[in-house]
């Protein structure tokens, strides 16, 4: 119901990044990367691009290196059939992962729930300008999110009015919010606007000191935790 490990971490290190690592500049390792902020942040999420470029390996490898310290979060976005979506969360927990994204409106994750055994975070709002699906059918991805019982939503760092909504709705349902720095919100900004925690990606990943914007980042928030 929320995210228990992320919690703990966050608590303990006084941050709420997640640090989503897509891409890596300038061909740094991950790890390298990782290493440079891992005290500072409290999680990690990957997703496709950096599965395709890096390999199943090298996640498996990086997982083993951090856990423990660093919350993982799997960002596939899943969106198939439920049958379908459990072997995908099987094979993605199997790699250490602490938490899972999925879409919702495809539906059916109320029926594979109960087999679900890593954090899952479904995708309510998204945080570019174009997501006027999300817009138009809030209410029913809503509905679908309370059914599936959720540890954690996904929502655009700008959507105050979507966050009061799941915050009252869904009080003890983590929101993880995207759409800070390079897509434009202030660091800080979700978290002030009702977040738990706040992804960003490329502000800390295309640094050339990933560290020094950690704490820039970390200014922002702490005004707010
Ligand atoms: P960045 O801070 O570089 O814009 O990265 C944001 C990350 O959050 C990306 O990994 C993207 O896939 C993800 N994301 C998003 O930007 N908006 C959403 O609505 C949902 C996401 O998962």
Partial sequence: MTLVKAWEIANRKNSRIIMAIDSVLNNKKPETLISEVADLIVG????????????????????NTFQGGIYFLADFKLADIPEIVLLEINKISSLGFNGV????????????????????????????????FFKENFKRLLNEAI?????????????????????????????LSPGIGIQGGCYGEALKNGADFEI????????SNPREKVFEILKGERRWI
């Fill in 147 to 175: 059914k599936s019982d959720l540890d954690g939503v996904v929502v655009g760092a700008k959507n105050k009015e979507i966050m009061d909504i799941i915050n009252k709705r869904m009080p003890k349902v983590d929101i």
């Fill in 200 to 207: 960003i990606g490329r502000a800390i990943t295309w640094s």
């Fill in 101 to 132: 994204i999925t879409h919702l409106f495809q539906g059916g994750i109320p029926k594979i729930r109960k087999d679900i055994m890593t954090d899952i975070i479904g995708v309510v709002y998204m945080s570019h300008k174009e997501a006027y």
């Fill in 44 to 63: 990690v999420k990957i997703g496709l691009p950096f599965l395709l470029t890096y390999g199943v390996g090298k996640i498996k490898e990086i997982i």
